[in-house]
């Protein structure tokens, strides 16, 4: 029941995210395809990591598979963070080439 | 000699990280394209430095210079040639970029980024 | 029939392109020049061999006492891959001219100028074999989208054209930086020379130079095709460009972002992190693309987030890195530009016919505009990979070059992608097409214009052909690819 009323929960703020028009259901259930999308693919892709060591990928996706369903209307969160905002653009922009910097300097020895 | 080419490199790091933290941290768009500015020229001061030459001599062959002189103790020429036309370029995306933010301006009445480039801001992203 | 026609790919554009900037004050005449140029445009690759030119005759030099050999001036290299990608490319731009020429009867010179400008940067990218040339070019190209973005007639373009700009101008430094550790390491700008330089053992790939230098040409690259975080400017992008020039802009997109990662696949394939850093930012392009279209509800930035999730698909067969792999990811990247261009004229006819881009007030549009609604439902079909249309070959290419590989996840996610792009697709077309007209909607009386009808057709008939034959361009691709390893 609890993972029921956690959708149900869910579906409903989905309707603040469309601000200034009439909420139809094509659109809610595209958001909710979106939500389970986004659950779905990331554990797919956190699979990844078996080719470094299996032990480490398995304790990976089951933490990000909670971390995902337990912070569950995931899409308003993804919504403002890829938003037209330059800052937010620039601040993602520059995080992302630290990301790289590390994981080219300190990660190219474990793949 | 190192010394001269280590403080140039150390330069053009300080220049690269000092735009980027004016690109995060700076509200105020002119601020922010002059800091942007910065990253582009400290890329060009690195660039130069790579060609740098201790006791180097001007990469030009000139009528009565000997050949194996020349071979022994000219600069690398390509680095230079390189960051001239990288000038060229910054220049105009520099000109763009200014030119952008007068019409905004004029548009807005303000130079704050978080006002005109917000994207939910009343003239902008309204169609979302 | 000789390698002189090489330059001319590049020059011919760039001479129309300041042509019809300088002669703006004639109208008939910019357009007479532009469409002549565009129909050469596709002709050249035939007419021309495969091979090198290089730039002011300075021929290679061999080095006497390493055997190495230097090229001291810029080299372009003709190939198979090139042919395809022009070829397409100049059919496209002739189409997008004739659409812009027919719908204003006072054509802009600096308009088409910022056109053929992008052709040119474009095509100059695939040829180079000068890893500061790509950089110029690169630049080029930036500044002529911005351009083309800044010249469209659509609310808050403005704004995107300088957010646009500001990334770029943080992007691009990047790639000179990377630039620069590969010259202070090899001492060379040439491809070629720097290729060599890593085989015969003079740069030690484990080398922190060297990998930043990757890292940094990667970040450029993730700015130039709009992988994550780039993902939001470069939708915006789309959806802030007249429907014509977007259809030009993604093709700029998916071109520049193959000859990048190309020449970065020539240098840097030996470091494995490369390929594995490829993978993951595809994968993360392609979740975030398709998730960002389903919660949109203007169909233009959906269509623009839906090419870059396509985008993914690219990078994900080019990171695998086998040969079946990276033709199955460069024949994507030729489906894409044709499908994703399709899309973009068939919605952007819609906007111009209806006045309205919001899906939330449209609906019951099959009824008034039929013709427009059955190929946008094909394109959209053939994006989503429906047998028996091209994306479906591309995408089965990718599933099982991902599974021969020992990926059997990518495979999965790539499917589930696909899925997730027929549902974003199936929302748009019922939305806007199949059910009840809301009575809020205004049609008025104008017709589909033909040029835009006749371009859709043209990329119906290539989309069904390369579906049932996708031979014509995969022996030539697959070919490169073997080429490549």
């Known amino acids: ?111 | ?128 | 029939m000789s390698e002189l026609w090489i330059p001319l790919m590049v020059v011919i554009p760039l001479i129309c392109a300041l042509f019809v900037s300088a002669l703006s004050r004639f109208n008939k005449t910019i357009k007479v020049i532009a469409l002549v140029v565009a129909i050469v445009i596709p002709i050249i690759p035939f007419l021309s061999n495969y091979g090198l030119h290089i730039f002011g005759g300075f021929l290679p030099m061999t080095d006497s006492i390493t055997g190495m050999v230097y090229h001291p001036s810029i080299v372009y290299s003709f190939g198979v891959l090139q042919k395809i990608f022009i070829v397409i490319l100049g059919i496209l731009a002739f189409l997008v001219l004739l659409i812009y020429i027919n719908k204003y009867k006072k054509a802009s010179g600096p308009y088409i100028f910022l056109l053929f400008m992008g052709i040119a940067a474009v095509t100059a990218l695939l040829l180079t074999d000068d890893i500061f040339n790509m950089f110029v070019f690169f630049e080029i190209l930036a500044l002529a989208q911005v351009g083309i973005v800044a010249a469209s007639s659509l609310d808050n373009n403005y704004e995107m054209a300088l957010k646009y700009m500001i990334l770029g101008a943080i992007g691009s430094p990047m790639i000179l930086l990377g630039v620069g550790f590969l010259l202070a390491i090899t001492g060379s700008v040439n491809i070629t020379d720097i290729v060599a330089a890593i085989r015969m053992g003079k740069v030690a790939i484990t080398s922190p130079v060297f990998l930043m230098s990757c890292g940094l040409i990667f970040f450029g690259w993730l700015y130039a095709s709009g992988l994550p975080p780039f993902h939001t400017i470069k939708s915006g992008m789309y959806s802030k460009a007249e429907p014509h020039a977007s259809a030009l802009l993604q093709a700029f997109t998916v071109i520049s972002m193959v000859s990048i990662i190309l020449i970065m696949f020539r240098i840097y394939s030996a470091v494995p992190i490369f390929e594995a850093l490829l993978v993951v930012f595809s994968a993360i392009a392609m979740i975030l693309g398709v998730t960002m279209a389903l919660t949109q509800t203007d169909y233009r930035r959906m269509i623009g987030f839906l090419a870059v999730g396509e985008l993914g698909f690219i990078g994900l067969g080019i990171g695998l890195g086998t040969q079946f792999a990276i033709t199955a990811g460069l024949f994507q990247a030729v489906n894409e530009i044709i499908i994703t261009a399709s899309l973009f004229i068939g919605f952007g006819a819609i906007a111009y016919l209806s006045g309205e881009t919001d899906t939330r007030k449209m609906g019951g549009l099959i009824g008034y505009y039929p013709k427009i609604a059955i190929l946008v439902l094909i394109s959209g079909l053939a994006m989503a990979g429906v047998p028996p249309l091209n994306g479906f070959q591309s995408k089965l290419m990718l599933v099982q070059a991902s599974l021969s590989c020992g990926y059997p996840e990518l495979s999965l996610l790539a499917i589930i992608v696909s899925i997730a792009t027929f549902v974003v697709f199936v929302k748009a077309f019922y939305t806007m097409f199949l059910r009840p007209k809301p009575n809020t909607l205004k049609i008025s009386n104008k017709k589909a214009p033909k040029s835009m009808v006749f371009a859709m057709v043209v990329f119906l008939i290539i989309i069904i052909v390369l579906g049932f034959f996708p031979g014509i361009v995969t022996t030539g691709i697959s070919q490169f690819a073997g080429g490549l390893l």
């Open chain 1, 1 to 111: 029941m609890w993972l029921y009323d956690k959708f149900f929960e869910a579906v409903k703020k989905f309707k603040q995210l469309f601000s200034g028009g009439p909420v139809s259901n094509s659109d809610v259930s595209g958001t909710l395809a979106a939500e389970f999308l986004l659950i779905v693919s990331f554990c797919l892709v956190a699979l990844l990591i078996r080719h470094v060591n299996i032990l480490l990928s398995g304790i990976v996706v089951l933490i990000l598979a909670i971390i995902l369903v337990v912070n569950m209307p995931l899409i308003p969160k993804f919504k403002s963070e890829q938003e037209d905002s330059l800052n937010k653009m620039i601040f993602y922009g520059i995080l992302t080439l630290a990301i790289i910097i590390v994981f080219i300097y300190w990660g190219s020895a474990y793949v």
């Open chain 2, 1 to 128: 000699m190192l010394f001269t080419q280590l403080s140039v490199l150390i330069t053009a790091g300080v220049l690269i990280i000092i735009g980027l933290l004016a690109a995060i941290f700076i509200d105020n768009i002119i601020k922010k394209i002059i800091g942007i500015a910065f990253i582009e020229e400290g890329v060009n001061l690195f660039i130069i430095a790579i060609g740098y030459r201790p006791g180097g001599i001007v990469p030009i062959i000139m009528p009565n210079v000997d050949k194996a002189y020349y071979a022994a103790n000219a600069a690398y020429p390509l680095p230079f040639g390189l960051v001239l036309t990288s000038i060229v370029i910054g220049a105009s995306t520099l000109a763009v970029m200014l030119a952008l933010a007068m019409v905004l301006y004029k548009k807005y009445g303000t130079l704050s980024t978080s006002v005109m480039l917000s994207g939910n801001s009343k003239g902008e992203g309204k169609d979302e």
